[in-house]
């Protein structure tokens, strides 16, 4: 193993292992310090809102899985945030095959769409970006972080699409073995021993994955977290009873 070779490889194994820790201990920290822990003194009536728990349910899972209350908005953007994180999942989905084996039929049908799928991500990317510079309300209140985001899943995006054309495309077995080996219990222990896994040399996958961990990396400090914060809002998981069920303030009983 060259120098360079063991310096590239020592790059690669770190960032996935600091990327993945820092989403972890991260997302951790911000569920359960800043949601989980943050007081909810009052009940808050809500009209029109379920009175039971199986309507709460009901009603936050059509904000999830079909963004029952941002189709009440813009219609664009309705549809075109609807199909960015429909997509996305389902690229997130296939990537699993590189990480269980034996893959599932599943996760292998994805594969012949994929280009498909990654162009349609890509699209819908490229018109939320348009959106926030030309509508003037939300240009307003877009700060640089949030195009960082978008540019970011952009580059993941067209990294990816990259790799699929034969000129870029890295060895898949190779890259199935890197992905295996860095997920090996002994695995960090190896790399602290000077002995890590072998990475790919393939420069676009380099910047695709490099792009990933730092996605990774910022998750729980960006807007990104609205994917777990929305299960925490109260006026999304409360229930509609103030009058049936006594609210105890929870400061009364510390």
Request: aromatic share 14%; charged share 10%; hydrophobic share 60%.
């Given at each position: 193993m060259t120098g360079i070779t063991f310096i590239v490889n020592m790059y690669m194994n770190a960032i996935v292992y600091v990327g993945c820790a820092v989403f972890a201990l991260g997302f951790i920290y911000k569920v359960y310090c800043e949601y989980y822990k943050t007081p909810q003194p009052l009940k808050i009536p809500q009209t029109p809102q379920s009175t039971?728990?199986?309507?709460?349910?009901?009603?936050?899972?059509?904000?999830?899985?079909?963004?029952?209350?941002?189709?009440?908005?813009?219609?664009?953007?309705?549809?075109?945030?609807?199909?960015?994180?429909?997509?996305?999942?389902?690229?997130?989905?296939?990537?699993?095959r590189y990480f269980i084996h034996p893959v599932p039929e599943l996760i292998t049908a994805l594969g012949g769409a994929a280009?498909?799928?990654?162009?349609?991500?890509?699209v819908s990317l490229i018109l939320l970006v348009i959106r926030r510079v030309l509508d003037e309300r939300t240009a307003y209140v877009t700060s640089f972080a949030d195009y960082l985001v978008l540019l970011v899943i952009i580059g993941i995006v067209f990294t990816g699409m990259l790799m699929r054309s034969e000129v870029y495309r890295?060895?898949?077995?190779?890259?199935?073995?890197?992905?295996?080996?860095?997920?090996?219990?002994?695995?960090?222990?190896?790399?602290?021993?000077?002995?890590?896994a072998v990475a790919p040399g393939n420069v676009v996958?380099?910047?695709?994955?490099?792009?990933?961990?730092?996605l990774l990396m910022y998750f729980p400090f960006s807007k990104l977290m609205h994917s777990a914060g929305y299960f925490f809002s109260p006026t999304r998981n409360m229930v509609n009873n103030p009058r049936d069920v006594r609210h105890v303030n929870p400061w009364d009983n510390s």
């Open positions: 039971n728990l199986s309507g709460v349910i009901m009603r936050m899972a059509g904000d999830v899985l079909f963004f029952r209350s941002l189709s009440k908005g813009t219609t664009f953007l309705f549809i075109t945030g609807w199909i960015f994180h429909f997509t996305f999942l389902l690229m997130i989905v296939r990537h699993l280009m498909l799928l990654a162009g349609v991500l890509l890295p060895d898949i077995i190779a890259v199935n073995r890197f992905v295996l080996e860095l997920f090996d219990i002994r695995a960090p222990l190896h790399m602290l021993g000077m002995h890590p996958f380099m910047c695709h994955l490099s792009l990933v961990c730092f």
